[in-house]
């Protein structure tokens, strides 16, 4: 096992203060199951302690796990500690909202061992943040980040989102100026989707706005891009630029190399060896599932050589890194290079791809359009 394949482990909290139209993730705004669920996790832990040993990357997301006390947090710390190994310099990630985060709230989820603060921005423009429906102002977002540097966070990470209805590539490249005044260590840029299940998709749907065409997505995604590219980030994944190659998320390459993690909450994912699992998405079935003495898993898949080899070309095109011929030939046993020759020829002529010392990379444009370059 080489270390890509340490496992990480991540750690799903599922409650948020208030619900944002536009998501579509699972969480409950009611704290009231909040200690039953840390008990339900705690039991959730023990369970895997014998099938996976040590981790290398902890990521706890949500929701909102920035709402969790600092004695909350700190027992979910000391539990992980209690049932596994973890690897001495382990990246520690907490995904946070900026209205959360405070001097004293910061000091204490360093105190645990975190090393790395995600904080979801959004936007520096007050509209956009109140088109969102976020909970946090600009100015909140600004003392979140000031407040992160002087506690001490040396991996800070910065999510926004583009492609908000009626917003101008003018107002976005504002956004990403005053993101980069910050020098953060990582950024996220997610293009705002609609599903139709949430508020917003709703509201989209009943044709009360429309979102940005085809074109308009893909020149924000090419200005994106550029403007990161030339501020000193690469762009290393599809929506993601970090100023450092030592500032990727390790943790987040686990899920694009098929490294195995572990996923411990109300539908979190896991993944070991070929096969995928997921847990009870509801609260209160995740809870039930735990204290029957069950384990929370709400449906298993094995996947075959041939889904795996798929699955590796889709997400290794998402990524600068791309694909490695002879690894991708050991790993999932085909000869990527000969079987697709022609239609590697095809995708380099349109500029798509390139293919360089036994490696396919994706070009800008080929990021661009990741989703469709997995059809090969
Ligand atoms: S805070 Fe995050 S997880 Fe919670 S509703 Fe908003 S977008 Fe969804």
């Not at 994944?237 to 996923?263: C, I, M």
């Amino acid at each position: 096992m080489n270390s890509e394949q340490t496992p990480g482990l991540y750690i799903h909290i599922p409650f948020c203060l208030s619900k944002c139209p536009y998501c579509d993730f699972y969480s409950s705004t009611s704290l009231s199951p909040l200690p039953l669920f840390l008990d339900a996790l705690f039991i959730e832990m023990a369970m895997h302690r014998n099938d996976f040993n040590s981790f290398d990357t902890i990521y706890i997301g949500g929701g909102t796990p920035s709402l969790l006390s600092a004695q909350q947090l700190e027992s979910i710390l000391v539990r992980i500690r209690e049932n596994f190994d973890l690897i001495w310099n382990a990246e520690i990630t907490i995904e946070t909202n900026p209205a959360d985060l405070n001097q004293s709230s910061l000091e204490s989820m360093r105190g645990t061992g975190i090393n790395r603060v995600n904080i979801g921005i959004q936007s520096f423009d007050q509209e956009v943040l109140r088109f969102l429906g976020r909970r946090h102002s600009v100015q909140q977002a600004i003392l979140a980040i000031e407040a992160s540097r002087k506690t001490g966070f040396h991996n800070i990470g910065l999510d926004l989102i583009y492609g908000i209805p009626g917003q101008t590539i003018h107002s976005w490249i504002d956004t990403l100026e005053q993101a980069v005044a910050f020098a953060p260590e990582h950024l996220s840029c997610y293009q705002l989707t609609l599903e139709t299940a949430t508020p917003l998709g709703k509201r989209y749907y009943a044709g009360e706005f429309s979102i940005l065409g085809e074109d308009l997505q893909y020149e924000f995604f090419m200005k994106t891009s550029q403007f990161l590219e030339e501020a000193g980030y690469t762009h290393y994944e599809v929506s993601n630029f970090a100023r450092e190659t030592r500032y990727t998320s390790r943790h987040n390459q686990k899920y694009w190399d098929h490294s195995p993690y572990l996923g411990l909450g109300p539908g979190a994912h896991s993944f070991q060896h070929n096969r995928r699992w997921w847990n009870h998405r509801s609260v209160d079935q995740y809870i039930a599932a735990v204290n029957a003495a069950n384990l929370p898993v709400e449906e298993t898949e094995t996947l075959t050589m041939e889904q795996l080899r798929l699955e590796a070309l889709y997400l290794g095109l998402r990524t600068k890194k791309g694909v490695n011929f002879e690894d991708f030939q050991n790993r999932y046993q085909y000869d990527l290079f000969t079987e697709k020759k022609k239609m590697l020829g095809k995708l380099q002529e349109e500029g798509l791809i390139s293919i360089q010392g036994g490696h396919l990379y994706p070009t800008p444009t080929g990021l661009a359009i990741a989703d469709s370059l997995s059809l090969i």
